[in-house]
């Protein structure tokens, strides 16, 4: 129904209201006869509810028609029009009174309804707010999402590059061995070369071949110097042990990880005994072998959706005894197959691993001194536990 | 002129591999010259012999490759050895005309085998250049008269025709036709077009 329609309808049947209300007070003041005093009582009735139905002008058809009927039916002479001078003052009177009263009610009406009315604009304009702000929202979330996915590809980038330059650098450093170790190889083999011609020739020269031989092994020597420098070059990685507190080091590795346990929904249950010794390693090496293990645990975690990811990280430590440091997870866990090669170098159960992770990491807590190995869970998961013993510089 | 002794020449940092290379062409009885840097073998004075070169990669200053660019194609045969070879760097010498690229540690006979290479395209590098230089002294003996009728003579005119073109007789184009056979020692009409070829005489303009 349109709007000037439903206007119009409401107009009618205000001054219908006003006709039938008035009629039914002629009745009732008819039927009651003399029991009321005065006749007027119930047009003001008609009068009031028209004006608080219709407002104004309906009450004033209302007020009209009242006069009428009253003069008409009540006031001598009766049952005709006309006014007695005796009764004027009433009338005038009751006219008055009925159109203050159709003025004061449609008064009222008007400013109910601009109340309304300023409500329903009120309601409309937050409702126009609540859809805009929730369009804004969407926006919002889609812009999150999308944020979250270039830093997770960023992350993964971060990661491939770490990779890369570490096998970048393996590649350049066995270059650069290979040359080194190559060059005196080189003057060995041709000298050797040299020597048996010497001995061959007739007479066989045995001064050149002696020269020869003493040359040969000068380079040899030469050749395994190269490789005790770069032996001593490794090892001066040593030097960097410090006194380390293994709970600090553990809380470091998690607070890189947190953005990787969260994206994947994984739970962590760290529980780090207080207290413990220091022990004396290299930092950065040690991050490494936490990072290792964590990110391994993350990974198996990847797949399981049936029940809880946890990740637990434990330290304990007992008397004299070693650290002891466990990371779990709830993940696909280990078959037998594998957990007879999980160490072996080049051995990856990941579609892009390269099977130098665990390799690496047992190697390093080994040169600490310590041992490296995994457990299979009573449970769902698996655990890798490894120990570093407190105290002193402990040489491997 | 193939009788020469030939010479090997090698530029190599390494002190040892130096003494090494030395030590292995000393034992087959071969002359060698070796230097530590590629600057000093260029400044080098090299004797008139087939001679080639036997050139480390990797070298302080002109590296190994910089100076086989420098010396170009024919100069002198190149072998590189190096240290550690990759296969761009042994296609590079290669295309650039080396005769073998080894990798260190090497077998001598490996090394021999491509010097008697180097030493033969060397020499026949020297025999080519020889020629040029021996044509070139003929061709300056010419007359200008002697020069003209060569010139004509391999661009395959008849001797009439030469001598319509020159303005003479046919008989003196033939006793200059003679001369010009004669001074260039050639065997045949052949022969002449062959060195004119090498010496880059053209038919002279109209």
């Known amino acids: 129904m349109s ?48 004006s608080w139905y219709g407002g104004l002008w309906p009450g004033v058809l209302a007020a009209v028609l009242s006069a009428l009927a009253l003069d008409y039916y009540f006031i001598p002479p009766l049952y005709a029009l006309g006014v007695g001078p005796e009764d004027a003052a009433d009338m005038i009177v009751f006219v008055a009174t009925a159109f203050f009263i159709s003025w004061l009610n449609g008064d009222q009406k008007r400013a109910k309804a601009s109340i309304s009315k300023a409500r329903d604009e009120l309601e409309a304009s937050v409702k126009e707010r609540t859809a805009d702000l929730k369009k804004v929202n969407q926006q919002l979330q889609l812009e999150i999402a999308e944020r979250k996915t270039a830093e997770q590809r960023f992350l993964e980038a971060q990661t491939e590059i770490a990779r890369i330059a570490r096998i970048t650098t393996m590649g350049e450093l066995a270059a650069s061995i ?63 042990r410090e006194s380390v507190n293994i709970n600090e080091v553990i809380n470091e590795v998690l607070n890189w990880l947190e953005v990787e346990l969260q994206r994947n929904e994984i739970r962590s249950r760290i529980e780090l005994q207080e207290e413990v010794p220091p022990v004396i390693v290299d930092r950065v090496l040690l991050q490494q072998v936490l990072v290792n293990l964590i990110m391994n645990a993350i990974d198996a975690m990847r797949t399981v959706s049936d029940r809880m990811k946890e990740l637990g990280v434990l330290t304990e430590q007992h008397d004299s005894n070693p650290i002891l440091v466990r990371v779990l997870d709830s993940g696909v866990g280990i078959d037998s197959d594998d957990m007879s090669r999980l160490f072996e170098a080049f051995y990856t159960t990941k579609p892009k691993g390269i099977g130098m992770g665990l390799t690496i990491s047992r190697s390093i807590i080994e040169a600490h001194g310590g041992r490296l190995w995994a457990e299979r869970n009573d449970g769902p998961g698996s655990t890798f536990c490894f120990t570093l013993p407190i105290g002193k510089e402990s040489e491997a | 002129m193939n009788s020469e002794e030939p010479i090997v020449f090698a530029v190599d940092d390494d002190a040892s591999m130096q003494e090494a290379l030395s030590r292995l062409f000393r034992s087959i009885g071969m002359q060698t010259r070796i230097f530590s840097s590629a600057e000093e073998f260029l400044a080098f004075d090299r004797p008139n012999a087939p001679a080639c070169l036997v050139l480390d990669v990797r070298l302080p200053g002109l590296s190994g490759l910089e100076l086989q660019r420098e010396l170009g194609e024919v ?67 010419l007359t200008p008269r002697e020069r003209e009728v060569m010139a004509l003579v391999v661009a395959g005119l008849l001797n009439k025709q030469i001598a319509v073109k020159l303005g003479t007789t046919e008989f003196t184009v033939k006793i200059h036709r003679k001369g010009v056979m004669h001074k260039m020692q050639a065997s045949s009409l052949a022969d002449l077009v062959r060195m004119a070829e090498k010496l880059g005489v053209s038919t002279p303009k109209e």
């Not at chain 1, 119009?8 to 029991?35: C, E, I, M």
Request: with cysteine.
């Open chain 2, 75 to 141: 100069d002198i045969p190149i072998i590189f050895i190096t240290g550690h070879g990759d296969i761009p760097m042994s296609v590079q010498a290669m295309k650039a005309g080396a005769v073998e690229f080894l990798t260190k540690p090497f077998r001598d006979q490996a090394l021999l085998d491509a010097i008697q290479q180097a030493i033969r395209r060397d020499r026949a590098n020297r025999k080519q250049r020889a020629e040029l230089v021996e044509h070139r002294v003929r061709y300056e003996a």
């Open chain 1, 3 to 50: 709007k000037p329609d439903r206007k119009l309808r409401q107009l009618l049947s205000s001054y219908l209201v006003a006709g039938l209300s008035v009629g039914l007070a002629v009745v009732f003041t008819l039927l009651s006869g003399s029991a009321i005093k005065d006749a007027t009582a119930f047009f003001f009735c008609s009068v009031m509810l028209t």
């Open chain 1, 178 to 240: 290979a040359h080194e170790i190559n060059q005196p190889l080189g003057s060995i083999v041709t000298t050797g070369d040299a020597c048996l011609r010497w001995l061959k020739a007739q007479p066989p020269d045995i001064n050149e071949a002696q020269l020869a031989v003493e040359a040969i092994i000068r380079d040899a020597s030469r050749a395994s110097n190269v490789v005790v420098r770069t032996r001593k070059l490794l090892r001066r990685g040593e030097r960097l």
